[in-house]
Structures are given as structure tokens and as C-alpha cells.
């Protein structure tokens, strides 16, 4: 009996030694694991606002204030500086793509495009013929403050190309028609202060005209920079409507287009081929740029980026560049009011 009870405690201490050097062996193990210096990553991530969607035409988001304007739709995916005195807050969106242009803390003007925008009265993808139907599409367009008359004169291509229409007093839209399928690609809402800002058309006064605003170096640059993106975002929107691959942008390819515009405003000169006598093709391989295919597009002196696009748009030559099923990088360069957007086809 005792040789058993010996034999069971001996036992029973060889069993607890064991455990105890096991939890001790545990307890170290965790702590090793959770010292180790693992490796750091760090992210950067651009976090983009979406806009929040509202059930209501892009004609009631006039003279809203920015505090309405946020509720409503969030925080724009950017804030770009323009030369008239305004800055457009943007919602980047392909389906419904707008800009809203803020002075004084209220919506001025509206720039709106997209197949699944709502812009009632007035819709993308209108038929002209309805748009004539349905409005008075006049070439003279009368605007009164106070004493002051202006007359906004508009040509036979104003006519078809970008009507004005007068909605109210103080209340126009500006309807650009795509000519190759004769209906409405965008939509340019308006006060008639605005209007006399931008000077989109030729007009006869009796009073005074906004002064034009001077701009340094520096708040150009910022212009700049919003007019290349603007031109990116609206290219894509497009492109997308007519069924095409949407194009990546191309930070060196650009470099290449901003030289441009730039060399064409300071050379006071305006082609694909530079002064020096290079083409689209020494400007690309002169910044290595591999490419199988390459287009150009540029203008100079529209009024702003998205009347560059329009134009654009409705330039047999120029829509094919940048309608091409080919290309699928994009390179955009502004400087001043002259503008170059190079595209390129990569494998």
C-alpha cells in the first residue's frame, strides 16, 4: 500500500513539474511573438467624395449657398480656380458630372453633362429640333441691370452650336449642341452677371462692363491646373456616352502637352508643329515616352477649359483624336487660355 501511494505521488510532482515548465515555456513563447519589430506599411490613399445623390434638377442648385450646396451633396472632389472671379466646385462623376461655380458664397453658374443627370427643362441628349421647339432661340438676347441694357449678339454659329437661352431676368442657360448628332451635350447655367464676365458672345451695351480681373503667376498656375483636370474628367464623361475605353491619365505625357502650350503661348504662334520644327512625335520621344500610336489635339483663346471641349467636340478632326477606340492614355497641359491634350495608344 505504501509502495503504491509513493508511486502515485511521485507521479503526481513529475506531472505538476511538467506543467509548470510548460506554462512558463507558454508565457515566454507569447511574449517573444509579441516583441518582434514587425515591418511598418504605410499607405496613402486618396479617399475621393462621392456626391450625394439628390432628386432634383441641376437648375435648383442656382444661387444656393455653399452650406446648402454641401448638405445637399457633400463636400466637391475639388475646389479650381478660374480668371473670372468664381471657383468651381466639382463632383466628379461620369453617370452625372458638375460644376458649380461660387462667388460671393452662391452658385453663379452651373456646368453640367452626363446620361444620367437630371437638368429639366432642359435634357442631355435633347433633340435640337425640340430645343427650338420648345424655347425662343433667339441671335439677340437682352439682359437689364438697373440702368444698364445689354444686348448678348449671337452668330449663325452660336446659333447652332451653343444658343443662349433666357429663362428669367437673371436666369440663362447656354445649351452645347453636339452638331455631328444634333443634341445637347452639356448644359452652362447662369446669372446674366456671369454672363458678362465670361463674354461668350459679342454684345451691345449701354453702361459699364465687369473689369477684367488680373491674375499672377502663381493663381494662373492654380487655373491652370483645374482646367487640365477638368478637361481629363469631362474627356472620359465623352467617352463613355459614344461607348469607348475611358483613358488614363498620363503625368509625363502631359509634361509633354504643357510644353507645348506653353512654347505656343510665348512663341505667340499656334500649330502641332514648333517653332524649332518638331512635331507631336520628337516632343513625345524627346521625354522617352514609350507609345505604339499618338494624337494631338489643341486650341487657344476659348474662354475656359469646357469651352475648349466643346469645341473640340464639334471639330471633325479633333473628335476623332479624341473619340479614337485606340488610345488609352491621356496627357493634358494648359498655360494661359492655350490648351493641348496629347492622347496615346499603349499595349
Same mark, same amino acid.
Not at 147 to 168: A, G, K, M, R
Not at 224 to 237: D, F, P, R, Y
Given at each position: 500500500?505504501?509502495?503504491?501511494?509513493?508511486?502515485?505521488?511521485?507521479?503526481?510532482?513529475?506531472?505538476?513539474?511538467?506543467? $509548470?515548465?510548460?506554462? +512558463?515555456? /507558454?508565457?515566454? =513563447?507569447?511574449?517573444?511573438?509579441? %516583441? @518582434? &519589430?514587425?515591418?511598418?506599411? *504605410?499607405?496613402?490613399?486618396?479617399?475621393?467624395?462621392?456626391?450625394?445623390?439628390?432628386?432634383?434638377?441641376?437648375?435648383?442648385?442656382?444661387?444656393?449657398?455653399?452650406?446648402?450646396?454641401?448638405?445637399?451633396?457633400?463636400?466637391?472632389?475639388?475646389?479650381?480656380?478660374?480668371?473670372?472671379?468664381?471657383?468651381?466646385?466639382?463632383?466628379?462623376?461620369?453617370?452625372?458630372?458638375?460644376?458649380?461655380?461660387?462667388?460671393?458664397?452662391?452658385?453663379?453658374?452651373?456646368?453640367?453633362?452626363?446620361?444620367?443627370?437630371?437638368?429639366?427643362?432642359?435634357?442631355?441628349?435633347?433633340?435640337?429640333?425640340?430645343?427650338?421647339?420648345?424655347?425662343?432661340?433667339?441671335?439677340?438676347?437682352?439682359?437689364?441691370?438697373?440702368?444698364?441694357?445689354?444686348?448678348?449678339?449671337?452668330?449663325?454659329?452660336?446659333?447652332? $452650336?451653343?444658343?443662349? +437661352?433666357? /429663362?428669367?431676368? =437673371?436666369?440663362?442657360?447656354?445649351? %452645347? @449642341? &453636339?452638331?455631328?448628332?444634333? *443634341?445637347?451635350?452639356?448644359?452652362?447655367?447662369?446669372?446674366?452677371?456671369?454672363?458678362?464676365?465670361?463674354?461668350?458672345?459679342?454684345?451691345?451695351?449701354?453702361?459699364?462692363?465687369?473689369?477684367?480681373?488680373?491674375?499672377?503667376?502663381?493663381?494662373?498656375?492654380?487655373?491652370?491646373?483645374?482646367?487640365?483636370?477638368?478637361?481629363?474628367?469631362?474627356?472620359?464623361?465623352?467617352?463613355?456616352?459614344?461607348?469607348?475605353?475611358?483613358?488614363?491619365?498620363?503625368?509625363?505625357?502631359?509634361?509633354?502637352?504643357?510644353?507645348?502650350?506653353?512654347?505656343?503661348?510665348?512663341?505667340?504662334?499656334?500649330?502641332?508643329?514648333?517653332?524649332?520644327?518638331?512635331?507631336?512625335?520628337?516632343?513625345?520621344?524627346?521625354?522617352?515616352?514609350?507609345?505604339?500610336?499618338?494624337?494631338?489635339?489643341?486650341?487657344?483663346?476659348?474662354?475656359?477649359?469646357?469651352?475648349?471641349?466643346?469645341?473640340?467636340?464639334?471639330?471633325?478632326?479633333?473628335?476623332?483624336?479624341?473619340?479614337?477606340?485606340?488610345?488609352?492614355?491621356?496627357?493634358?497641359?494648359?498655360?494661359?487660355?492655350?490648351?493641348?491634350?496629347?492622347?496615346?495608344?499603349?499595349?
Amino acid at each position: 500500500m505504501r509502495r503504491v501511494l509513493a508511486w502515485l505521488l511521485t507521479i503526481i510532482i513529475i506531472t505538476m513539474t511538467i506543467f $509548470v515548465v510548460l506554462f +512558463i515555456y /507558454l508565457i515566454n =513563447d507569447v511574449d517573444y511573438f509579441e %516583441n @518582434i &519589430d514587425m515591418p511598418k506599411i *504605410e499607405t496613402k490613399q486618396e479617399i475621393k467624395q462621392v456626391a450625394v445623390e439628390f432628386n432634383d434638377s441641376v437648375f435648383s442648385l442656382m444661387n444656393k449657398t455653399s452650406e446648402e450646396i454641401t448638405e445637399l451633396l457633400g463636400e466637391p472632389i475639388r475646389k479650381d480656380k478660374t480668371a473670372y472671379g468664381y471657383t468651381w466646385w466639382v463632383y466628379d462623376s461620369l453617370e452625372k458630372y458638375i460644376q458649380l461655380g461660387m462667388r460671393d458664397n452662391r452658385v453663379e453658374t452651373v456646368f453640367a453633362t452626363g446620361d444620367e443627370l437630371d437638368s429639366a427643362p432642359i435634357s442631355i441628349g435633347d433633340a435640337y429640333e425640340d430645343l427650338i421647339n420648345d424655347f425662343t432661340i433667339s441671335p439677340n438676347v437682352t439682359y437689364e441691370k438697373g440702368i444698364s441694357h445689354y444686348t448678348f449678339l449671337l452668330n449663325e454659329e452660336d446659333l447652332q $452650336v451653343n444658343p443662349l +437661352i433666357q /429663362l428669367d431676368e =437673371d436666369l440663362f442657360v447656354q445649351a %452645347n @449642341i &453636339d452638331t455631328f448628332t444634333n *443634341e445637347v451635350s452639356s448644359l452652362r447655367i447662369m446669372t446674366g452677371d456671369l454672363l458678362l464676365s465670361q463674354r461668350f458672345y459679342e454684345m451691345e451695351y449701354r453702361g459699364s462692363l465687369p473689369e477684367e480681373i488680373e491674375l499672377s503667376d502663381k493663381e494662373w498656375e492654380e487655373v491652370q491646373q483645374g482646367m487640365e483636370e477638368q478637361i481629363v474628367s469631362v474627356t472620359n464623361v465623352f467617352r463613355k456616352r459614344f461607348g469607348l475605353q475611358l483613358l488614363e491619365y498620363d503625368p509625363l505625357v502631359s509634361k509633354v502637352a504643357y510644353a507645348h502650350s506653353k512654347d505656343m503661348h510665348d512663341q505667340q504662334y499656334f500649330s502641332h508643329e514648333s517653332k524649332d520644327g518638331r512635331g507631336l512625335k520628337e516632343r513625345i520621344e524627346a521625354e522617352n515616352v514609350y507609345y505604339v500610336g499618338a494624337g494631338e489635339n489643341i486650341a487657344a483663346q476659348h474662354s475656359d477649359a469646357l469651352a475648349a471641349m466643346h469645341g473640340w467636340l464639334n471639330s471633325e478632326g479633333h473628335r476623332e483624336t479624341m473619340l479614337n477606340e485606340q488610345y488609352n492614355y491621356l496627357g493634358v497641359g494648359v498655360h494661359r487660355l492655350y490648351y493641348t491634350q496629347n492622347f496615346i495608344f499603349k499595349h
